[in-house]
């Protein structure tokens, strides 16, 4: 009798464990999809995150290259170098247009890409594509990579009466003492140097324009060249009070 109970004890036990892990195992059946689906959820916001805020930070630039274009060109001249073989450096243009995209940036997605992974390393070929962008803005008008260096000069006169100076002519001529053009306007004397380069000028031009600065005793001092300058000319234009720019940005002295 004794064995009996037992038997049908183990019988029961094991009817039992048999439905509970039939239930374990409909339960689960029936959970994995949602298990499975917050799991890749959770797995994979941060690549999601990461790649709508790259595609928003994208439509920035787009934006500020269609919009604000002479600012990019302006901020392009004045923080990227290059070495004297011409090598461009391109990291303090980067990190100051990442600053100036994140300050307009009004997508969610692209602040929250910042909130969470800090900043974004802006491809080559988007350089590449703002470069073209400030090359296309910087030859509007009647410029061409045509022009002679002779031409170039007499070009950057008319800049300057264009852009409302008093007097501006290119000197053109053996005694000019390095000086390519001279403008005035009302107690302002701009003596500068026009270089049509196809590389970034370096310092002997700087030179050349705080020489003709107390030659012609004037006030003021700019180097105008097509293709930049290398980091030394930028250190001696400083020291020297002297800008150097672009013939797009005569307008903006």
Known sequence: ?????????????????????????????????????????????????????????????????????????????????????????????????????????????????????????????????????????????????DMDPYVYEHFCAKQFKLAGWDHAEATSGSADQGVDVIAKRGNEFLVGQCKKYSKPVGNSAVQQVVAGIKYYGANKGVVISTSGFTASAEKLAVSNNIELIHHSEIKNL
């Open 1 to 145: 009798m004794q064995k009996a109970g037992f038997l049908i004890g183990s019988i029961l036990l094991g009817f039992l464990a048999s439905i509970l892990l039939a239930l374990i195992s409909i339960y689960l059946f029936l959970l994995f999809p949602i298990i499975s689906y917050y799991s890749y959820q959770f797995f994979t916001t941060k690549i999601r995150v990461k790649e709508a805020g790259k595609n928003a930070l994208e439509n920035v630039l787009n934006d500020l290259v269609n919009n604000d274009i002479e600012l990019i060109a302006r901020a392009y001249r004045s923080s990227v170098s290059a070495n004297s073989f011409g090598k461009k450096n391109y990291t303090k243009f980067k990190k100051e247009l990442l600053e100036y995209a994140f300050d307009n940036a009004q997508s969610k997605e692209a602040l929250r890409y910042q909130a969470e992974f800090g900043d974004y390393d802006i491809p080559d070929d988007a350089i590449l594509v703002i470069e073209e962008a400030i090359e296309e803005y910087s030859n509007a008008g009647d410029y061409s990579d």
